[in-house]
C-alpha cells in the first residue's frame, strides 16, 4: 500500500479546541481516517479530554495528526510506563552490541546481590517474571538517592515467588535492570539512553526527569526506568516507528530486527500471575503488551500503555504505528482505545475491525503459588 506523505488535521469539540477545525477530504490512493477522527471527537468529548493528540504512521510517512484542544505539536507530558518502551530500546541496545544479553543473569553483573536473587537474568526483569515485588518498594520517584542505591534498596526486599514462575507487573524489576545496563556498559542511565536512543532518532522532548518543567534534556540521579520519563507526541512516534520498522529509524539500523522480534515474543512463557493490569492480554514481551495474535500465536498489535493514558501501539500486519497521546487516567480511556486502534487497522486497509481482544491464543490465567 502507497501513501502519500503526512496530513496534519487540526480538529476538536469547539469548547476545547483554539484552532479552527478543518475536515480532511480523503483523496484517491490515501486512506479514509473519517472514522477515526469521529471516534477522536466523540473520546475527547465523552471522557472528557481538555487536550489531546493521536499521531498515525506507516513504513513511508506519518499519515495523520489530530491535535485537540490544548495541545500541540510539542505539548510536553509525563508518559509513565509508555516509558517501558524507551527503556526496553536501551537495554535492547546493550543486547545487541554484546554488553548484555537477555539471559545476562544478576550476579554474572552485580556479585553483590542477595543469593536468592543472582539467578534472575535480563529478560525476566523487563518481563516482569523476575519474583521482585510488584508494588512500588517507596525509592522509584526518590531523587535524593541513585538508581544504584535504589536498585540496593528493591533487592533487600523478599521475592514473592521463584523466578521465571510467576508474572507480576510493576517498576521495581525495572529499576535493578537499569543498574545492571549502568555496570555493563560503564555509563550512567542517561548518558545511555541519549547516546543509544534519543540522539539516534532525533528525540526532541524526551528524558526520565518526570516532574520537572526544565527545557532540554535534564540528568537525573535515579531515573525511573519503568515509568518516569516524559516526552512529547512527537517523539513517541519516532520510537513507535522504530518498532514497526524492525530497529531501523531514517535508514539506520538502531537496533537489530531480530532483536525486535524476541522483544515483541511472549516471554512469560505461559506463567500465571499475582498482579496484571491486563488479564486479557496474550501474555507479555520485553517491555511490551502483546494486545492481538495470530493463529500461530505471533503479536501482530503490541502496546505500553501508561496510567496517564498515553498509548503507543503498532499492528505489524497492517504496518501502522500510533501514539494517542494524553494527560487523563488509562481507565477512562481505554475502552475508546481499543477500539481506535482496530478502526486505524480498517483504514489503512489492515482488514475488518477487530473488537475482541484477540484473534487466537490464550489469555494469561490467575494463580501463582
Request: hydrophobic share 40%.
Amino acid at each position: 500500500m502507497r501513501v502519500k506523505p503526512f496530513t496534519s488535521i487540526l480538529l476538536g469539540a469547539a469548547l476545547l479546541a483554539p484552532w479552527s477545525c478543518v475536515a480532511a477530504t480523503p483523496q484517491r490512493g490515501t486512506p479514509d481516517f473519517s472514522e477515526v477522527e469521529a471516534l477522536m471527537a466523540l473520546t475527547v468529548a465523552a471522557v472528557p479530554l481538555s487536550g489531546a493528540t493521536l499521531l498515525l504512521a506507516t513504513d513511508e510517512a506519518e499519515v495523520l495528526a489530530l491535535h485537540y484542544g490544548t495541545h500541540t505539536p510539542n505539548t510536553r507530558l509525563s508518559i509513565a510506563s509508555a516509558s517501558k518502551w524507551l527503556s526496553a530500546a536501551t537495554v535492547a541496545s546493550l543486547v545487541d552490541s554484546g554488553e548484555l544479553g537477555w539471559d545476562t543473569t544478576l550476579g554474572s553483573v552485580m556479585p553483590d546481590a542477595p543469593v536468592d536473587k543472582r539467578s534472575i537474568t535480563l529478560r525476566q526483569l523487563f518481563s516482569h517474571t523476575s519474583g521482585i515485588p510488584a508494588r512500588d518498594l517507596g525509592c522509584l520517584r526518590d531523587q535524593s538517592v541513585s538508581l544504584a542505591q535504589c536498585a540496593a534498596q528493591i533487592l533487600a526486599a523478599p521475592l514473592i515467588a521463584a523466578p521465571g514462575t510467576c508474572f507480576s507487573y510493576g517498576g521495581n524489576a525495572m529499576q535493578v535492570a537499569g543498574r545492571m545496563a549502568e555496570l555493563a556498559s560503564g555509563m550512567s542511565w542517561d548518558a545511555l539512553f541519549r547516546t543509544r536512543i534519543a540522539q539516534p532518532l532525533g528525540l526532541m522532548d524526551t528524558d526520565y526527569a518526570v516532574g520537572r518543567t526544565d527545557p532540554g534534556y535534564v540528568d537525573v540521579p535515579n531515573p525511573h526506568i519503568g515509568g518516569g520519563a516524559r516526552s512529547s507526541a512527537r517523539d513517541m512516534i519516532r520510537i513507535a516507528r522504530l518498532y514497526l520498522q524492525d530497529g531501523r529509524h531514517a535508514g539506520v539500523q538502531v537496533l537489530q530486527p531480530a532483536t525486535v522480534a524476541f522483544m515483541r515474543a511472549d516471554q512469560t512463557q505461559g506463567v500465571p500471575y499475582i498482579n496484571n493490569p491486563d488479564p486479557r492480554s496474550y501474555g507479555h514481551g520485553i517491555g511490551t503488551w502483546r494486545n492481538r495474535v495470530d493463529g500461530q500465536g505471533a503479536a501482530f498489535e503490541v502496546s505500553s500503555a501508561g496510567a496517564g493514558g498515553t498509548w503507543p501501539w503498532l499492528d505489524t500486519s497492517a504496518r501502522v504505528a500510533g501514539v494517542f497521546f494524553v494527560d487523563s487516567t488509562l481507565a477512562s480511556v481505554q475502552p475508546y482505545v481499543r477500539r481506535l486502534t482496530a478502526v486505524v487497522r480498517t483504514a489503512v486497509g489492515g482488514g475488518a475491525p477487530l473488537f475482541g481482544d484477540g484473534v487466537e491464543g490464550t489469555p494469561m490465567r490467575q494463580g501463582c503459588g
